[in-house]
Structure formats: C-alpha cells, structure tokens
C-alpha cells in the first residue's frame, strides 16, 4: 500500500551540473536511511566512495544543506509537499 509523504527531509543528488535528481525522502529519524540514500547516489552515478566519504557527505549535507563531493552536487531540503507541485509517495 502506497503512502503519501507530507513532510520530509528530501535528498537529491546531481552529476556534472546536471538537474538534481530526487534520491528519496525521509519521514522520520534514521541516520542510517540518510547514509544510505546518500551511498545509493554514488552508486547510482557510478562515482566510487568509501564509507567515510558517505559519512563526510552526510555531515556536511545536513550542516549546510548543500555539499559538493569529487563531480557530485548533493542538496538537501526540508518542506512540505502540500506547498509543492512535488508529490512523493512511498
């Protein structure tokens, strides 16, 4: 069953100044949902990372919201979806 996300921290991921991709979404506390979503971007765009650099990536994004790593942007936003044309579910 498909759930409607209202509210969440949403992660996108960008490669070569491409548009940010949204890599997924997270509702509630969970550190390790947050690392992984950030390993998946890497591995998705095929750039190699050893967990400390997912962890230094994951630190940096959630102090300042947006970090940049060897050719990846990584963005990070809190919002409502329901002030956004941008519905997610799960």
Same mark, same amino acid.
């Given at each position: 069953?498909?759930?409607? &996300?209202? =509210? *969440?921290?949403?992660?996108?991921?960008?490669?070569? @100044?491409?548009?940010? @991709?949204?890599? *997924?979404?997270?509702? #509630? !506390? *969970?550190? /390790?949902?947050? $690392?992984? $979503?950030?390993? !998946?971007?890497?591995?998705? #765009? *095929?750039?190699?990372?050893? +967990?400390? =650099?997912?962890?230094?990536?994951?630190?940096? $994004? &959630?102090?300042? @919201? =947006?970090? #940049? +790593?060897? /050719?990846?942007?990584?963005? $990070?936003?809190?919002?409502?979806? #329901? /002030? @956004?044309? =941008?519905?997610?579910? &799960?």
């Amino acid at each position: 069953m498909k759930k409607e &996300i209202k =509210e *969440g921290a949403f992660i996108y991921c960008s490669k070569d @100044n491409a548009p940010y @991709n949204l890599m *997924g979404v997270i509702t #509630e !506390d *969970g550190l /390790n949902l947050f $690392l992984k $979503l950030i390993r !998946d971007c890497f591995l998705f #765009e *095929g750039v190699s990372a050893e +967990f400390r =650099e997912v962890y230094d990536v994951t630190t940096s $994004l &959630i102090m300042y @919201n =947006e970090t #940049e +790593f060897k /050719n990846l942007k990584f963005k $990070l936003e809190f919002k409502l979806t #329901e /002030n @956004n044309s =941008e519905k997610v579910c &799960i």
